[in-house]
């Protein structure tokens, strides 16, 4: 079985991606795609990723979700910092475990 393949958006700490075990994570800066618009870094994560995980609540409204082939995973923390992250890593495990295409919002 192949690991999950997650991208972490540029506004969460990218520390994020040390608290998701047994998966290949990568952060959009690691994979030199900083800046590009929620529409043009979809279209690229979907060819390389399974899973999206942002912090971008706007996503949704922005972007119509279903038409991409990636799991987008909107965080919800009380803050951007690590230790409000941490928090919501136990629920990001679990919805990462079973995930398919769409969105899902985690507070």
Do not use: H
Not at 17 to 23: G, K, L, T, V
Not at 66 to 91: F, G, S
């Amino acid at each position: 079985m192949s690991r999950l393949r997650v991208l972490i958006d540029e506004c969460l700490d990218k520390r994020l991606a040390a608290e998701i075990p047994n998966a290949l994570v990568k952060t959009v800066p690691q994979m030199g795609w900083a800046g590009l618009t929620n529409g043009k870094l979809l279209d690229k994560a979907q060819s390389q990723f399974d899973v999206f995980v942002t912090s971008d609540q706007n996503l949704s409204f922005q972007q119509n979700l279903k038409k991409y082939k990636i799991a987008v995973v909107i965080l919800c923390p009380a803050t951007n910092k690590i230790d409000d992250l941490k928090l919501l890593v136990p629920k990001l495990l679990k919805e990462m475990a079973g995930s398919k295409a769409g969105v899902v919002y985690i507070r």
